[in-house]
Every structure is written in structure tokens, then in C-alpha cells.
């Protein structure tokens, strides 16, 4: 078997790998969106492809896939609701913009109908393969993907983004036993801080700005962490303080459909009917105006309704960051101290900024234990830069795996 690394290899975004065997299955197919769109490689025949959860940078490319194909997509049924949402948000966004559309409406129904609903760790055969997925522990739907290939009883698994250890909302990710496994390593250079501590500080730093008349700006991605963040705010008694807008409300209700699926959906529920959902302007005016925590996208402020509210905060608001900011982007910006660019035009902002590392990514200690729950002969690092790749490849390596640290471009043969 040989396995072709078309994106998301020695970097973050675009994820994109293709197993070459009897079939061909393509492992995500994502893109980069934070500046200039970048895409993977040229990909090819593709039997079948599997998804591992519903982030642009492994999903936004794959309707691409059916132009002139048609195979199944493996994946769980909330991962395709919200690459529903986001894709139809990206058409959106790229029509607004005059961009040179990469795939049709057409495309993306055919892919919409051609996928294969998946449960955790409920098999599916394809062909002479059987693929399972269990839960990865990062956002709604995330799945780690195994598969099997019944001739020679040789498995390979594919994390996808993971995290091992348990969010508010998530369970941690379930191991699966392989002989291939192909890890995720954004965060293959150190741990996140304690999360216990690290909610205590966010919470305790958000009512003191909130009691003081100020507004709790936080910005979020609309798929995850918008739902981390307002279970988080319902466990400490703060969700009837909050409003929510923008695309955090419909994906938080693709949430509430699929309970099953999260490890506390109750508390997510619980926070959704407290909290004020922003639907119209004159609400937008009513939640700025101090006193009251507003959970908005976009998550690294590249548009959506948070660029309107940063320029209306009163001075004893604060403008709190959950997740990491890509350079390049106002959120990388902001925490640099520099203007962002709103509209076209500079806007210095005067509030505090905080950042709070809630990831939803394993962090070094994560990545070995996982790897020792799954024992593979072989690791293939991807999803990180070179510097956290090479960080998690010596921490491997020294507990005795046999370690790839492929780039984009590259192949690699296994016995499969
Ligand atoms: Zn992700
Ligand atoms: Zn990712």
C-alpha cells in the first residue's frame, strides 16, 4: 500500500491524504482559508473517501471529489450537517467575493447523497475493508477512523483532530488498536495549560468585567468551540448573562440534535434556553451594552458580526480569545497589539485582550499516551508545523515507535 500526502503534512490546513491499496481512499479533503485559499494536491481516483469531522481544512474541498466521481463518504451524521452549514457559509462568502467558484451546488448534493452515516464504533464494509469510527474527542461528530483490510487483518487509523483528554462537553478520544497509525501533532511541542485552572481564570476574569459594566467579547468558532464555551458559561451559572449570534446558533442546534453524540448535551441545552439568541439588529445594540458576555463569531475575527461589536465596546470590556490565532488573521493581529483591518480600513482597539487555551487538540503528553493505548508498529505525524512535527516525532521515537514525518508532496509505502 502506498499513501500520498497531498496536504496538511509538515503544516496545518488542507488536510488531504490518499491510501493507494486495491482501492483508493482518501483520508479528509480540507483547505486552507484563513488568507489566500490554498488546496491539496492533484488527488486522483478515489473509491471511497472518509471524513474525520467538519473543519474547512479537512472537509472544504472534498465536493471537488464529485465533479466527474461519485464514492461514498464515510462519516458521522452530525460531521455532514455541519459541513453542510459551512459549505453553504464558504458559497456564501466566495459569491460575496466574485471568487472563481472551485466546485458546483451540483457537487456538493452529489456529495450530500452519497454519504454512508456512520455510528461510533459500529463496523461498515467497503469492499474488502472494514471501517470503523470512534469518537476523536475534539468537536461534535469528530471521528478516528480505523480500517481494516480483511485479507491480510492489517489495520490502519487515521485520528483526524483529536484530543484524549475529556472537554465539557466532549468525552477524551477512544484508542483503537492498529498497526498503522496516522496521528494528528498540532501541539506536538507542549501541553496545554491545566483546563480545571484554566476555566477558573476565564470565568472568574469574565464576571469581574461583566459586574463592572463591561461586555465579555468572545469570539469563537461557530463548530466547537462556541458549544465548549457556552457549557462552560451554563456549569458556572453565566448563560442568562450571554448572547449568542451568528453561525454559533445554527451550529449550536445541530448540537442539540445529536446530544447523543456529546458527553454532556444536557448542559449544552440547559445554556441554550437561557442564553438570548441574537437575531435581529436592535438585540445586536441591546447585548453591547455592557454587563452581559456575547459568544460570536468569527473565531480568529476574519469577518462575521464580532468585527461589528469590537468597535462598540465600552472601556471596561474585554475582548476574550479561546483558540489559536493564525497569522495573518485581526485575532493574530489583536493579540500582537497591532490594528486590524475592519472594512478595509485600520481599527486600533483600546479594550484588554486575554487568550484562553481551551484547545480541542491533544498536547504532548496526550499524543504519547494515545500512541501507547493504540501500540502501532508504525506513526505518521501530520497536521502541525515542522517545528511541533519534529518535537512529537523525537518524543515518539524515544518511547520506541518507528516515526514518519511526511511532507507535502511525499509518499510512503506500508506493508497493508
Ligand atoms: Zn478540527
Ligand atoms: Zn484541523
Not at 503534512?9 to 484563513?34: Q, T, W, Y
Not at 483490510?149 to 475529556?166: H, I, V
Not at 464576571?207 to 468558532?221: E, I, Q, R
Not at 488573521?329 to 490594528?339: C, E, I, M, R, S
Request: aromatic content about 8%; some cysteine; proline content about 3%.
Amino acid at each position: 500500500m502506498r499513501m500520498r500526502f497531498l496536504g496538511g503534512a509538515g503544516e496545518v490546513g488542507r488536510s488531504a491524504f490518499v491510501i493507494e491499496d486495491e482501492k483508493n481512499i482518501l483520508l479528509d479533503c480540507g483547505l486552507k482559508v484563513e488568507n489566500i485559499a490554498e488546496y491539496p494536491l492533484e488527488i486522483g481516483k478515489v473509491d471511497a473517501c472518509i471524513l474525520s469531522h467538519a473543519h474547512l481544512d479537512h472537509s472544504g474541498y472534498l465536493p471537488t471529489i464529485y465533479r466527474d466521481a461519485s464514492p461514498p463518504t464515510f462519516t458521522t451524521q452530525p460531521t455532514m450537517e455541519l459541513v453542510g452549514l459551512l459549505i453553504e457559509d464558504a458559497m456564501k462568502i466566495a459569491k460575496r467575493r466574485h471568487d472563481k467558484p472551485i466546485y458546483s451546488r451540483a457537487d456538493f448534493n452529489e456529495m450530500l447523497s452519497k454519504y454512508v452515516p456512520c455510528e461510533y464504533g459500529l463496523e461498515n464494509e467497503f469492499d474488502d475493508y472494514t471501517i470503523t469510527m470512534r469518537d476523536a474527542g475534539h468537536i461534535l461528530g469528530s471521528a478516528v477512523s480505523s480500517i481494516e483490510k480483511a485479507r491480510s487483518g492489517r489495520t490502519l487509523a487515521y485520528t483526524g483532530d483529536f484530543k484524549l483528554w475529556e472537554q465539557t462537553l466532549q468525552k477524551g478520544a477512544d484508542p483503537v488498536k492498529c498497526d498503522i497509525l496516522v496521528m494528528e501533532a498540532t501541539y506536538g511541542s507542549g501541553d496545554h495549560p491545566d483546563r480545571d485552572n484554566l476555566v477558573k481564570g476565564f470565568i472568574e476574569d469574565i464576571k469581574s468585567v461583566v459586574d463592572n459594566g463591561g461586555t465579555a467579547l468572545v469570539p469563537v468558532f461557530a463548530v466547537g468551540r462556541s458549544q465548549e464555551v457556552l457549557a462552560i458559561l451554563e456549569e458556572h451559572g453565566l448563560a442568562d448573562r450571554t448572547y449568542l449570534d451568528g453561525m454559533a446558533r445554527a451550529a449550536t442546534e445541530i448540537a442539540l440534535a445529536h446530544k447523543r453524540f456529546l458527553k454532556n448535551g444536557r448542559l449544552l441545552a440547559e445554556g441554550v434556553n437561557k442564553a438570548s439568541v441574537v437575531e435581529m439588529q436592535h438585540a445586536r445594540r441591546n447585548a453591547v451594552k455592557g454587563g452581559k458576555i456575547i459568544l460570536t463569531t468569527s473565531g480568529m475575527l476574519t469577518g462575521g458580526p464580532v468585527l461589528n461589536y469590537i468597535t462598540q465596546l465600552n472601556r471596561n470590556s474585554k475582548i476574550f480569545l479561546t483558540g489559536f490565532q493564525v497569522e495573518g488573521t485581526n485575532g493574530h493581529k489583536l493579540l500582537q497589539g497591532k490594528p486590524l483591518i475592519i472594512d478595509g480600513k485600520k481599527f486600533s482597539v483600546k479594550n484588554e485582550v486575554g487568550f484562553y487555551d481551551l484547545s480541542a487538540h491533544a498536547g504532548k503528553t496526550e499524543l504519547k499516551e494515545y500512541a501507547r493505548l493504540c501500540s502501532p508498529e508504525e506513526i505518521v505525524l501530520v497536521h502541525g508545523s515542522t517545528e511541533n512535527i519534529a518535537a512529537a516525532a523525537d518524543s515518539l521515537s524515544a518511547e520506541g515507535f518507528k516515526v514518519h514525518t511526511p511532507k507535502v508532496g511525499d509518499t510512503i509505502d506500508f506493508e497493508f
